[in-house]
């Protein structure tokens, strides 16, 4: 168990609306991530963090915004949902040794866009 | 652009049998992950290799790297249904000189083993 929660881990939300998932860490791990899943494609990064208020784009941003003002939190925003962001949401985090990259996961968000 | 390749991406197979899962990649790298994950459940980590020839086991899993074929292998031996999971690796996005860190994942094994 590597301390990490997400909220909500369901939801059902309509085409253009704002939604915010969250990722909580209790370990203080500097590099955060988001990670969707899809059929047929594996994880894909979305955006990752390396310290507060530090963050970059992954494979697959667009439509897609984050914010890191604490540590331990690291949100991923829907701005205007879309019936293709319909997807299983991952959070993860790297514990931090030098050149060594194995990510732990949170138990996921199941995000439905009708 | 990173590309990983597994194959192949469905297998099912009687216990006690052997098989072999494969994950091909596009870049140089010599930091490649194996993960496991249950029907609606998170990722857990199964495997870290680091290093050209590197090898590691655990059980009846056994994980092994070449950086010069840029070719890992997730080796089961004598399958149980305890196995029975969807098998990813993934290759060190930033590590291997392709931009953003992170994991690039192949698109998983879906592993079902019979009695």
């Known amino acids: 168990d590597a301390g990490i929660t997400q909220s909500p881990r369901h939801k059902v939300t309509e085409t253009g609306t704002p939604v915010t998932l969250r990722c909580h860490q209790t370990e203080n791990h500097r590099y955060m991530y988001w990670y969707r899943q899809d059929p047929g494609h594996g994880l894909r990064l979305i955006h990752y963090s390396y310290g507060v208020k530090d963050t970059d784009k992954g494979e697959v941003s667009d439509g897609y915004s984050v914010s890191r003002s604490k540590t331990e939190d690291f949100l991923l925003t829907l701005e205007s949902a879309t019936s293709s962001q319909t997807s299983v949401y991952f959070c993860a985090i790297k514990k931090g040794l030098a050149g060594y990259n194995e990510q732990f996961f949170g138990p996921g968000t199941r995000l439905t866009v009708l | 652009e990173l590309k990983v390749e597994q194959n192949p991406l469905f297998l099912s197979m009687q216990e006690g049998k052997n098989y072999t899962i494969y994950c091909n990649y596009s870049?140089?790298?010599?930091?490649l992950y194996w993960y496991r994950q249950d029907p609606g459940k998170s990722l857990e980590s199964l495997f870290v290799?680091?290093?050209?020839?590197a090898v590691k086991q655990e059980g009846r899993l056994m994980a092994s790297l070449d950086t010069k074929a840029r070719l890992s292998t997730l080796h089961i031996t004598a399958a149980v249904h305890d196995l029975s999971a969807t098998y990813f690796c993934?290759?060190?996005?930033?590590?291997?000189?392709?931009?953003?860190?992170?994991?690039?994942f192949g698109k998983g094994t879906h592993l079902i083993i019979q009695p």
């Open positions: 870049t140089t790298s010599d930091r």
């Open positions: 993934a290759v060190d996005t930033g590590y291997s000189g392709g931009g953003a860190d992170g994991l690039t």
């Open positions: 290799l680091l290093s050209n020839g």
